[in-house]
């Protein structure tokens, strides 16, 4: 099992920047791919971003249309922590971020078996 959990949402003006956090812990030598989705209530669970956990400085990563170019994805695997800094934040960017970690050795993953509890970004006009 892997545990996850986040951090480091709340509230911003449009146009500001926030920085999620992402600690895992449990069977992380698990993990093949870790990544980032957003919700709104009654909305479907929509993907932000994927990154390979192991490999290489950086890993690999891969992010939905509308973050490219405003939000970055990166790890610290010493500290087993995953990010994601949103820069340039609009107000559709509100929402219940999770992360979520995959042990399948697919990329960019589809399929990941664990998840955070989420936590919540919002962002005001």
């Known amino acids: 099992q892997v545990q996850l959990v986040e951090s480091g949402g709340g509230l911003v003006q449009a146009g500001g920047s926030l920085r999620l956090f992402c600690a895992a812990s449990g069977r992380t030598f698990s993990i093949y791919a870790m990544g980032w989705f957003r919700q709104a209530p009654g909305k479907e669970r929509d993907f932000v971003a994927a990154?390979?956990?192991?490999?290489?400085?950086?890993?690999?990563?891969y992010y939905a249309d509308a973050v490219k170019g405003r939000f970055t994805i990166s790890r610290d695997n010493a500290k087993n922590t995953m990010y994601l800094q949103m820069n340039s934040l609009k107000p559709e960017d509100t929402d219940v971020y999770y992360c979520?970690?995959?042990?399948?050795?697919?990329?960019?993953?589809?399929?990941?078996?664990?998840w955070g509890q989420g936590t919540q970004v919002t962002v005001s006009s």
């Open positions: 979520a970690a995959s042990p399948y050795r697919a990329w960019p993953p589809d399929e990941y078996d664990y």
């Open positions: 990154i390979k956990w192991s490999g290489g400085s950086g890993g690999n990563t």
